[in-house]
């Protein structure tokens, strides 16, 4: 999950909103743009202008907890 790949990144479950998330960040949630550094735990994630809650957990190469959610990540390069 290396800073400067162009990714799609899609909220594939609510863990703490039920659905109604006061930004409309639900699940299936997504955006396209340059992950602008390495995912790691105790940091948010940035894709363009979207910023995640502080992850908690990395489950693979390709899906990652935060306090609020679980999301997948897609390498597009």
């Given at each position: 999950m290396k800073a400067g790949r162009k990714v799609r990144l899609t909220k594939s479950k609510d863990t703490r909103f039920d659905g109604n998330h006061p930004n409309?960040?639900?699940?299936?949630y997504v955006k396209q743009g340059v992950l602008s550094w390495d995912i790691k735990v105790g940091s948010s994630v940035e894709v363009g202008s979207f910023?995640?809650?502080?992850?908690?957990?990395?489950?693979?190469?390709?899906?990652?907890?935060?306090?609020?959610s679980v999301y997948t990540i897609q390498y597009l390069d």
């Open positions: 409309s960040i639900n699940e299936g910023y995640t809650s502080t992850v908690t957990k990395i489950n693979s190469e390709t899906e990652f907890e935060t306090l609020n």
